[in-house]
């Protein structure tokens, strides 16, 4: 009932991939915003955070999905670089997700930061699913713009829909050398034991509807239990960035994983030397379907619940660094969190 829907954790899907294989332009094709096109030498450079509502979920996905089916609010889209010189980052991304998205192009097929990215989900024992991108850049594809994928399928010639098959083969082929076993996403029963593989376009839309449907099953299904933990406890996350923002001084750009953060609260922050204390000043929140990274209009929120992008004002974080555990105080000992967070 909507009571118990509130308390829901809203799952992390992290989007892992070799670089320019179509991470950004799949979330930009979700948000409806085209942060690619903004970004210095087009490549991703940090990690990013979109909120995406399941309202929008639903609308995107149409009449594959029924609503109704999903208590959870939404997904945290975690956007990672692609490029070799950003594994840290590439971890960082793996180790906040719930779930991911490995993105493969179906051009290149496997490469280097694709088994890169199988070893950390591997690692961090992340169920995921691929999005088999570019689809419209088959010879002879005639695209059908934001359609389900089977029903994209049928309008193709068959020389194209062959050709297409050869390569998705490919890469569930890849796949079963890294010792998973793979099928196309409409013949997977369960997605913890087989790997679903969703054909997409983040240029025309195509398969989109597919992939956030199969996202929203596969956390209902197999995330709700560990969804349903505290989201009223004390806040726990990670951060992003360490930016200046004008009005504000030194802020984090934080991924909240766990709990809640208000405005009021005592936080703790690994710094360059020592754990930082300090309190929160301001609560800033990106828009829905906003990226953390380049959102301008952020609103001032009195408190924060995870999962969610959220950039923390607060004094004293000159010395915060990226990639550091964040941690609310409330109503625990000072000396235990500032112990958790050296240990971290
Ligand atoms: P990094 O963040 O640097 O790892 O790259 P990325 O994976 O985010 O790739 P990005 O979204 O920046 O896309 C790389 C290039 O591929 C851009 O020029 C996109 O326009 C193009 N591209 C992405 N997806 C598609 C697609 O589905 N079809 C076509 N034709 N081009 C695409
Ligand atoms: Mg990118």
Redesign the pocket.
């Known amino acids: 009932d909507a009571g118990d829907d509130a308390e829901l954790r809203t799952p992390i899907v992290a989007v892992l ?10 979330l ?1 094709e979700i948000r409806g915003s085209a942060v ?1 096109a903004g ?1 210095a030498g ?3 450079q940090h990690i990013g955070a979109t909120a995406v509502p399941l309202s929008t979920i639903s609308e995107i996905a149409g009449s594959l999905v029924d609503p109704t089916d999903f208590d959870l609010p939404g997904l945290l889209f975690i ?5 070799h010189s950003f594994s840290t980052l590439r971890s960082r991304g793996g180790a906040l997700a719930d779930i991911a998205i490995l ?1 493969v192009d179906v051009n290149d097929g496997f490469q280097p930061q694709t088994h890169e990215a199988i070893d950390i989900l591997k690692r961090t024992q992340t169920p995921f699913i691929v999005a088999a ?5 088959v010879p002879g594809w005639n695209p059908n713009p934001d359609t389900p994928v089977q029903e994209t399928l049928e309008k193709q010639s068959d020389r194209a829909e062959s050709r297409l098959n050869e390569q998705l083969y490919e890469i569930i082929g890849q796949l079963s050398d890294e010792g998973f076993s793979a099928d196309m996403y409409w013949r997977v029963q369960n997605f913890r034991e087989n790997i679903g593989v969703v054909p ?5 839309g195509e398969g989109i509807p597919d992939l956030l449907t199969v996202l929203m099953g596969l956390s209902q299904r197999y995330l709700k239990a560990e969804m349903s933990i505290d989201v009223d406890g004390p806040g726990v996350g990670t951060v992003l960035e360490v930016k200046d923002e004008r009005g504000f001084g030194t802020t984090l750009d934080t991924v909240l994983y766990d709990g809640t953060i208000r405005a009021d609260d005592t936080i703790v922050v690994g710094g360059k030397n020592e754990p930082i204390v300090t309190d929160v000043r301001a609560l800033l929140q990106p828009r829905p379907l906003s990226e953390i990274r380049t959102e301008k209009q952020f609103e001032q929120v009195d408190a924060v619940r995870a999962a969610a992008g959220v950039k923390i004002a607060a004094p004293d974080l000159d010395d915060a660094m990226a990639g550091a555990p964040v941690r609310v105080v409330r109503d625990r000992n000072l000396e235990e969190v500032v112990a958790e967070v050296r240990a971290e």
């Open positions: 991939g070799h670089v320019d294989h179509g991470k950004t332009s799949l930009d690619t970004e087009a490549i991703t956007d990672t670089p692609g490029h993105v991108n570019k689809i419209d850049t997409v376009s983040a240029e025309t």
